[in-house]
């Protein structure tokens, strides 16, 4: 015993300092990973991370830790007061790509996290699970994807999701308990599941579910909030009165874009804060809602694209703060309502898409002093355009294409000296471009497209220094390209910053058509804007053209940086435009699309072109002649090229192989066009469509074959076998017929190609093509026999 008590008594002796320098040593660690020290060794890792991820474009992260040691001085990084810890970072725009970091739950303080606006992709790890201070947090356009796991960020007041892959339900997404949540934007994902799972957020405000997949039911308890969306969904069922109680605090109500039915209850006037209302493109039926005009803040009235019955209610006269509405696309025909001349204070009325016949001047539209928007287009009016419509002095939008309209355009329409659109295409519209148009200094689009004008290109169409958008396609234009149009776009910043200013008016479903058709979405490059137009991003990009900035990126001139920039185009192919290109054009540096296409332009193409940012170059259906411009190779961004149906000639330049974002390209129909196209690059991935008619130039096998990329490097095949006598005849008496049939197969092919119409000359290149592939086949065929 007395030994056990002596051992007990070195044992502790032994084991008490021992653990002391332990717990000192556990405890510095744990103090040292909860301390700043502790929160900027986790930033440095984060660095690294994204350093290794993103090798080339970098955002101002990689500034930390160079200029001072103190992570509360780098930029993003947010201290709390005093500077002990880290609670804030934002990375938002950074360039950051790859997948998302996996320690931010190590910045034990963290309450604010911004990651939007870049590619970050894959799914949302369960390390940001666990981040339970959290009380902003920001993913919105990124790619992130797969369901979400938000269940223990029990702190958060504002969530913004919006514009990724995310899918699943909502309520294993958000917080199991989301007492706290004042703002949720969901929108711009694949959400699903029911809606009434809302019910527990009992703080919540601001509520946007807008471009997902939720269907069924409606929630019932969205009066209570501030603002609801949930345009752009699959929800069928009515909306019932039990929606709109008394005590309803709805200021924005966005229902528009899903398939409700039946009639609006008319107990929606309990909202008697409502300023925006929203049921374009739904099912609605019945008479528009009569009690709608005791809303007294109304502001925005959206009821287009459904089946309201014709009759406008007197009481919508009492919306006095009433600025924009739109009925359009409700089937509404004869005459305009008379009502409409009565809206004195409208600033955007929007009718498009009915079947109006008559009725412009008798509305008493034209009297709308007051109006900044107006679209009628999409209608059946006919007759001349209405002069009267240059008395609405403080127009900014005009859209009266896709009508019946004839005979000239107004010289008085350049009197509207505030006009940034002026859209009259697809009308029967004929007499010349009117040089008036020249005083519309502000004015960004001019679509006069498929009509039926006629004489010259004004000059003074150089004066509009903001027209960045000109599409004259369509017509029977003729005369010379004016040197002065080269002026046009140089100078849009004016306009912009006047937009930048002030609040521009809230953008609807009617801006967005326009958008889509203004932005000429023919073209390749434009294409994938359809494949984002959803109504939030609409509102987006219509709202980032008003005000200057770009959309998507576009490289400068030789340049292989891409930048936002705002990118121009300029379009004029299907008319009798006659002449040179000048080589000013190469000074329109907004100009991103040129489309000369099937004119009668001639000369040789401008060196001048390389200096432009430009996404597609047509100039097919021509008379241009000499060289190709080894200079176009230097338009790092070109992606269509179509150089077809000209009379160029010399040696192909294999400088356009440097055009690697290539995705339409054709030079057929060039007949003194040699040389050979490269066996590699982007120019070998091109079907033989894109070479027919040229008979000088060298095309690969691989292409001629209709491959879609050389073949395969193999040991060289056994020589063929010796050809027969018969062979060899064939051979002279083809040699001796091309020799003698030479001279009058050019004169015949510069006859045809000065003709347009080389129908018979594909037809022979092609059974070329074929016999070629045949005689190749039967070699192969006899080496394996």
């Not at 009502?339 to 034209?366: C, M, P, Q, V």
Request: aromatic residues 10%; proline residues 5%.
């Amino acid at each position: 015993m007395l030994l056990e008590g002596k051992a007990d008594s070195r044992c502790s002796t032994f084991i008490t300092p021992m653990f002391l320098i332990l717990i000192t040593a556990f405890a510095a660690a744990v103090s040292g990973s909860f301390s700043l020290d502790g929160d900027k060794e986790v930033l440095m890792h984060l660095k690294s991370f994204i350093e290794e991820q993103n090798r080339v474009n970098r955002g101002r992260y990689v500034e930390w830790n160079q200029r001072s040691s103190n992570p509360c001085d780098w930029h993003g990084v947010l201290c709390s007061n005093g500077g002990a810890r880290i609670i804030g970072l934002d990375l938002s725009d950074s360039k950051i790509s790859g997948n998302i970091f996996n320690n931010f739950s190590a910045l034990t303080e963290l309450q604010y996290l911004d990651l939007s606006k870049n590619t970050l992709n894959g799914p949302v790890l369960d390390d940001l699970n666990r981040c339970h201070n959290l009380m902003y947090l920001n993913l919105s356009h990124n790619i992130l994807e797969g369901e979400l796991n938000l269940t223990g960020l029990t702190s958060l007041e504002k969530l913004d999701l919006s514009t990724n892959r995310f899918q699943g339900e909502v309520k294993f997404s958000l917080p199991e308990f989301c007492h706290r949540l004042v703002v949720a934007n969901l929108s711009g994902n694949s959400f699903s599941g029911r809606l009434d799972y809302f019910d527990g957020c009992s703080n919540l405000q601001y509520l946007d579910l807008s471009s997902n997949s939720f269907g069924g039911n409606i929630w019932t308890g969205f009066a209570r909030l501030i603002e609801f969306s949930l345009s752009g969904n699959y929800v069928t069922e009515s909306v019932t009165a039990s929606c709109f109680k008394e005590n309803c605090s709805l200021q924005v109500l966005d229902l528009s874009e899903n398939k409700f039915h039946g009639e609006v209850p008319v107990e929606i006037s309990n909202c008697k804060n409502l300023v925006t209302l929203n049921l374009w493109g739904n099912d609605f039926s019945g008479p528009i809602p009569s009690v709608l005009g005791s809303v007294s803040t109304l502001e925005g009235l959206l009821l287009g694209n459904n089946r309201f019955s014709r009759v406008i209610p007197e009481s919508l006269l009492n919306l006095k703060n009433l600025a924009l509405l739109d009925l359009s696309k409700n089937s509404f025909g004869g005459e305009v309502q008379e009502i409409f001349g009565r809206f004195k204070w409208l600033k955007s009325l929007a009718l498009h898409g009915n079947s109006y016949t008559d009725g412009l001047l008798s509305s008493g539209i034209h009297k709308l002093t007051n109006m900044s928007r107006l679209d009628l287009s999409y209608n059946n009016f006919s007759g001349g355009l209405p002069v009267e419509i240059s008395r609405i002095l403080g127009l900014e939008f005009l859209i009266l294409a896709y009508n019946q309209f004839t005979g000239d355009i107004p010289f008085e329409y350049g009197d509207l000296s505030n006009l940034q659109v002026l859209d009259l295409s697809f009308n029967g519209l004929s007499g010349s471009i009117p040089a008036s148009l020249g005083n519309l200094r502000s004015l960004l689009w001019l679509m006069l497209a498929n009509n039926s004008l006629t004489g010259e290109i004004p000059l003074e169409l150089g004066n509009c220094t903001s027209l960045l958008w000109l599409n004259l396609a369509n017509n029977q234009l003729s005369g010379k390209f004016p040197l002065d149009l080269t002026n046009i776009g140089r100078n849009p910043n004016p306009t912009f910053e006047s937009n930048r200013k002030r609040k521009l008016m809230n953008v609807g479903p009617t801006e967005c058509l326009v958008a889509k058709r203004l932005l000429n979405m023919d073209y390749s490059p434009l294409r994938f804007v359809y494949t984002i137009f959803t109504m939030k991003t609409c509102r987006s990009i219509w709202d980032r053209l008003l005000k200057g900035y770009g959309f998507f990126q576009i490289c400068a001139g030789g340049s292989l940086v891409r930048e936002y920039m705002v990118s121009g185009f300029l379009q004029l192919s299907g008319n009798q435009i006659t002449g040179d290109i000048p080589s000013d054009i190469g000074e329109m540096q907004h100009l991103s699309v040129l489309d000369f296409g099937s004119n009668e332009f001639s000369g040789e193409m401008p060196i001048e072109l390389e200096k432009l940012s430009l996404l597609v170059l047509n100039v097919s259906g021509n008379r241009f002649s000499g060289r190709i411009p080894t200079e176009i190779g230097n338009i790092k961004c070109l992606q269509d090229l179509d150089l077809s149906q000209n009379n160029f000639s010399g040696i192909f330049p294999e400088e356009l192989s440097k055009l690697t974002d290539l995705s339409n390209f054709n030079i057929s129909f060039n007949p003194f066009i040699a040389g050979r196209i490269p066996v590699t690059g982007q120019l070998a991935t091109f079907g033989k469509e894109s070479f027919l008619g040229n008979p000088l130039l060298q095309i690969p096998n691989f292409i001629l074959d209709g491959q879609l990329s050389p073949p395969s490097l193999s040991p060289p095949p056994p020589p063929p076998p010796s050809k027969s006598n018969d062979e060899s005849e064939f051979w002279k008496a083809l040699l001796t017929g091309y020799g003698c049939g030479m001279p009058f197969g050019v004169a015949m092919l510069c006859f045809t190609f000065r003709k347009r119409e080389p129908n018979w000359f594909v037809t022979i290149v092609d059974g070329i093509h074929e016999w070629k592939a045949k005689r190749l086949l039967k070699r192969k065929l006899a080496r394996r026999i």
